[in-house]
């Protein structure tokens, strides 16, 4: 196995126990929201989905996002297989991409946002995109708990 490959795994292992989570919430759910100022259920699934769209635009510019438009500008918040089947393709696409990274350029590859003040190589990039959507799941795991419902069981 190839250290792109246990990427490939760590995203895929990643989505897999997010929809699992996910999948427990009712539609009645979607809106809930910790406080006022914090994301609704279905904006935070959102907000992963599309994050890892512009994690990808990122990596494809080597940091610089230019004039980014994300596609998901001005879509209505519908539910979960909406959200998830309008990020397929992208989420393909992203895969495909860094099927396409060997180990080489898993260390030589620099991905630089200025206006953050970062530099990190292409490696340790893709492996904060997983921690990304990681800590949202345990965010909605905490949504899961102040509603009073059954949390799913992602440890499996």
């Known amino acids: ?26 539609p009645e759910q979607y809106s809930w929201q910790p406080d006022p100022h914090a994301m609704t259920a279905i904006e935070m699934i959102r907000h992963v989905l599309e994050g890892e769209h ?32 309008f990020a397929k393709p992208y989420r393909e696409r992203f895969l495909n991409t860094v099927k396409a990274f060997g180990s080489e350029d898993l260390a030589k590859i620099e991905i630089v ?12 990039y893709l492996l904060r995109i997983g921690y990304h959507e990681s800590v949202h799941t345990g965010q909605m795991l905490s949504y899961f708990r102040s509603l009073g419902i059954e949390r799913p069981v992602i440890w499996d």
């Open 54 to 85: 512009l994690f990808h635009k990122i990596i494809d510019n080597r940091g610089n996002l230019g004039s980014y438009v994300s596609p998901w500008q001005g879509r209505p918040y519908l539910n979960l297989h909406d959200e998830l089947a």
């Open 1 to 26: 196995m190839t250290a792109t490959d246990i990427i490939i795994l760590h995203f895929e292992e990643i989505r897999r126990r997010s929809v699992k989570l996910w999948s427990g919430l009712t």
């Open 113 to 124: 946002r200025s206006e953050k003040g970062q530099r990190r190589q292409l490696g340790d």
